[in-house]
């Protein structure tokens, strides 16, 4: 069964330093998406995008993230600057027309 | 604003006996609804949908109920097994294809052998 893809698995990185965060959506799907995970919350929406425009962006989907589309395959998160608090679990998810999103395993993002 | 919450936070059954894991929400117009199961360190894995236009679906060991009245459903796991053990979340998809999903708190089922 096809799924999305992401990587690394763990990014460590120090404050105040730009990070990219790397997802293979499922190659027929359209939609396209970031969330995050603080440890022991929930899951958090951060940015939706279709057609190479972003749709949607929550309030934690400040300046400093940025999303791109830069092939026909992969899909990244940008963080500019990164804060202490910015560590979390990263999961990328997509999905086709109709049908339910589908996430990767994430990336565990931690900063120093 | 409008939410998808969880009653437990927690759930503890013994293997074999039957889990139901509930789940309210607050958006009276919601159509469609999602239950995911997240193990430790993985994404958070689909499991089963419903439409507002049933009550009931079943797949396999997981049935899942729409109450539209109350504004409830539940998610139901036959014959508990160690594997089912994980976080569940329900999630309420975007009205819109490319909008985001609103996650519940999450019910960690734990099943003792």
């Known amino acids: 069964e096809p799924e999305v893809t992401q990587t690394p698995s763990h990014q460590v990185t120090q404050m105040g330093q730009e990070v990219i965060l790397r997802c293979v959506p499922i190659?027929?799907?359209?939609?396209f998406y970031w969330y995050r995970q603080i440890l022991g919350q929930k899951v958090e929406f951060l940015v939706s995008?279709?057609?190479?425009?972003?749709?949607?962006k929550s309030e934690i989907f400040d300046d400093q993230f940025s999303v791109e589309r830069p092939d026909g395959s992969n899909f990244t998160l940008k963080i500019r600057s990164t804060k202490l608090e910015d560590s979390a679990m990263y999961f990328c998810?997509?999905?086709?027309?109709?049908?339910?999103?589908?996430f990767g395993d994430g990336t565990r993002l931690s900063i120093l | 604003g409008e939410s998808v919450g969880l009653h437990l936070p927690t759930l503890s059954v013994q293997e074999g006996d039957n889990s139901i894991i509930n789940c309210a929400y607050s958006?009276?117009?919601?159509?469609?609804f999602i239950w995911y199961k997240q193990e430790s360190g993985k994404g958070p894995q689909f499991i089963i949908d419903?439409?507002?236009?049933?009550d009931k679906r079943q797949g396999q060991r997981v049935t899942v109920l729409l109450n539209k009245t109350v504004k409830h459903l539940s998610l139901q796991i036959a014959a508990t097994q160690p594997g089912d053990s994980a976080v569940y979340f329900c999630?309420?998809?975007?009205?819109?294809?490319?909008?985001?999903?609103?996650f519940g708190d999450g019910t960690t089922l734990t099943v003792k052998p």
């Open positions: 998810a997509s999905n086709d027309r109709s049908g339910p999103q589908h």
């Open positions: 190659s027929n799907h359209l939609y």
């Open positions: 995008f279709y057609n190479n425009e972003i749709s949607e």
């Open positions: 958006n009276s117009a919601s159509d469609y």
């Open positions: 419903i439409r507002s236009n049933m």
């Open positions: 999630a309420e998809p975007p009205n819109t294809n490319a909008g985001k999903s609103t």
